[in-house]
């Protein structure tokens, strides 16, 4: 008999420092392709909430000015390194420093501008968000 499965709830955020700077890493998780921090939204956790506590464990920031960008979904991609399903709400937010601090899911990590960005081999989401960024003038614009 086949068991059910579902599509799992996640985040991810676009974070910008005060010099206008984003984060972006690299994971083995994304066949090293780089793309933003995020991760599993927890039973019972806000997706606010989520995502300050990803933000925390994998890259030790804490964020403000948190905007809701726009939801993802992740279909058994074939640069993640395993079939999985997320449905994954994606942010743009700040840090008021770029001192980060990995957890053992970052392999590296870079601080660039939007348009450097897109010179990175990121994966497609993270693609999208820089575009979306760009396309809405954030972080310049917005606070």
């Known amino acids: ?14 974070i910008a420092a005060p010099d206008q700077r984003v984060l972006l890493v690299r994971t083995v998780k994304w066949s090293g392709l780089w793309g933003v921090p995020g991760g599993k939204v927890n039973y019972g956790e806000t997706l606010e ?17 948190i905007r809701f960008a726009f939801n993802a979904e992740l279909i058994e991609d074939e640069d993640f390194h395993k079939p999985m399903h997320f449905v994954s709400a994606e942010y743009l937010a700040r840090s008021s420093h770029n001192k980060v601090v990995t957890n053992n899911e970052i392999e590296t990590f870079a601080w660039v501008t939007l348009r450097e960005a897109l010179e990175y081999r990121v994966n497609r989401y993270t693609r999208v968000l820089i575009e979306y960024a ?7 614009r917005h606070d």
């Open 49 to 65: 909430a989520a995502l300050r506590r990803e933000m925390l464990e994998e890259v030790g920031l804490e964020l403000q000015n």
């Open 134 to 140: 760009l396309e809405c003038d954030w972080p310049e």
């Open 1 to 14: 008999m086949n068991e059910k499965r579902y599509p799992i709830p996640a985040v991810a955020a676009l």
